[in-house]
């Protein structure tokens, strides 16, 4: 996962095996946020601010994002429907947990 700096919004390209995957990008929104992930035509659905979305790739789920509430810290449980987007569902995770909560209160996945 490598940040793009010269960007006004939080922008992460996210590469595997030295190949770049897709990149995450948020977009400017007023009352909830919007990400966009390109060089994949998957898609975020849900409600962000309550951890609980999917990534979908129009047809097909390939994850499923829920926070655990009664954990120490933050904790979230993800359920990827294939084994081979394993690596790629963590990352684009782990860029939406950076960017919604690192300012807030230095939130790991």
């Known amino acids: 996962i490598e940040q ?3 960007s006004l919004l ?3 390209e996210i590469s595997i095996g030295g190949k770049t995957v897709c990149e995450v990008t948020k977009k ?4 909830k946020p919007k990400f ?3 060089g994949l035509n998957w898609e975020i659905d849900g409600d962000l601010w309550r ?4 990534l979908t790739d ?3 789920v390939r994850m499923s994002v829920s926070k655990k509430w009664l954990s120490w810290g933050d904790s979230y449980h993800l359920e990827i429907a294939n084994e081979e987007d394993v ?3 963590t990352a684009i995770a782990i860029v ?7 300012d807030e209160n230095e939130s790991i996945l």
């Open 4 to 6: 793009k700096l010269m």
């Open 28 to 31: 400017v929104t007023f009352f």
């Open 51 to 54: 951890d609980e979305f999917q």
């Open 96 to 102: 939406l947990d950076m960017v919604l909560y690192n």
């Open 36 to 38: 966009v992930i390109s």
């Open 58 to 60: 129009g047809e097909n």
């Open 87 to 89: 690596l790629i569902c």
């Open 10 to 12: 939080p922008r992460y």
